[in-house]
């Protein structure tokens, strides 16, 4: 399927997709998709006021607790460094996926009938004028907090968990491009999360492309998937162990989505993901997991990113 990203970059053609956490499972073009990926959309918007009323049913702290222990476990072992924990919360509620899709106010969203919808905050990677940047998001907080600002740029965890989700999507960049550059680091950007705002420590890294990038635009999603950001560092080892201790299947959560328009490419982390399972309908969301992370306040960051952005 990178194979046929390529064939459409080749042929300067555009094409949407979606690829799943595992990378076995796509999304290509298809009449049941809308999407958007800030000012690119492939629908007309709609007034809609019909929001939800979510009763979120959250893991107990109890089995957060052990998970988050068996990852750090793995720390102390020298196995990982950085994982991102998620768990699935069920929601009591009468939704309609598409409703929320209209409701939600964010920068990328993407909704695929009766399976699922997402209403991430999060880009993946931007391809502009040979350039190549991504903008990983590491670090919350809920901005009504006194001085919320000063304590999530000054907590330490917090600090360290963003340096390495740095370093590794510098690594990742420094794969496909040249002249791998930091251009903005732990900046803060402001994210409505329904009836709270929450603070987001966020980074620029760019780097150069050759000027025919676009003839292996599959290469250059391959190399660099899964994303860094809701894996951890290193890689392909934190990634077994995720598989190990979640205990559950992720699918197109933290997945990828994307589009390119023949010039450009754009394209977003699947994340603040609700999925269709049956009559159930299943949130999906977690954080990154240092040595010094504290549970109780990493199962209310998993709990406070259970929302939906409405306007």
Not at 2 to 13: I, S
Not at 158 to 183: C, F, I, Q
Not at 230 to 247: F, S
Request: with cysteine.
């Amino acid at each position: 399927m990178f194979e046929r990203l390529n064939e459409y970059g080749q042929k300067r053609k555009p094409i949407f997709f979606a690829i799943d956490f595992d990378m076995k499972n796509w999304i290509f073009e298809d009449k049941n998709v809308q999407f958007q990926l800030e000012n690119k959309k492939n629908f007309q918007e709609k007034n809609s006021h019909n929001y939800p009323k979510i009763n979120a049913l959250h893991v107990s702290f109890e089995k957060y607790q052990k998970a988050l222990e068996k990852v750090q476990e793995e720390i102390k072992k020298g196995n990982t460094y950085l994982l991102n924990l998620t768990f699935e919360t069920r929601l009591e509620t009468h939704i309609d996926l598409e409703e929320v899709f209209y409701s939600s106010n964010a920068p990328f969203k993407l909704h695929v009938k009766d399976k699922f919808v997402c209403f991430s905050p999060e880009r993946f990677v931007q391809i502009k004028d040979n350039q190549i940047s991504t903008y990983p998001m590491k670090g919350t907080i809920e901005a009504s907090i006194p001085h919320a600002m000063e304590k999530i740029l000054a907590n330490q965890k917090e600090m360290s968990e963003h340096t390495m989700a740095v370093d590794l999507l510098r690594n990742d960049l420094g794969m496909v491009g040249k002249n791998v550059k930091v251009e903005k680091f732990r900046y803060i950007d402001k994210i409505n999360a329904g009836k709270k705002e929450l603070l987001q420590v966020s980074s620029k890294i760019t780097a150069d492309l050759d000027k025919n990038w676009h003839d292996n635009l599959g290469d250059i999603i391959k190399k660099i998937l899964p994303a860094g950001s809701i894996t951890g560092t290193p890689k392909k080892k934190t990634v077994e162990i995720i598989k190990e201790i979640e205990n559950y299947e992720r699918g197109y959560f933290t997945g990828v989505f994307g589009y390119y328009d023949g010039k450009s490419f754009d394209s977003a982390v699947m994340i603040r993901f609700i999925e269709k399972q049956g009559q159930n309908y299943i949130y999906k969301s977690g954080g990154g997991i240092t040595i010094d992370s504290n549970a109780k306040e990493e199962y209310q960051e998993m709990k406070d990113k259970v929302y939906v952005p409405l306007f």
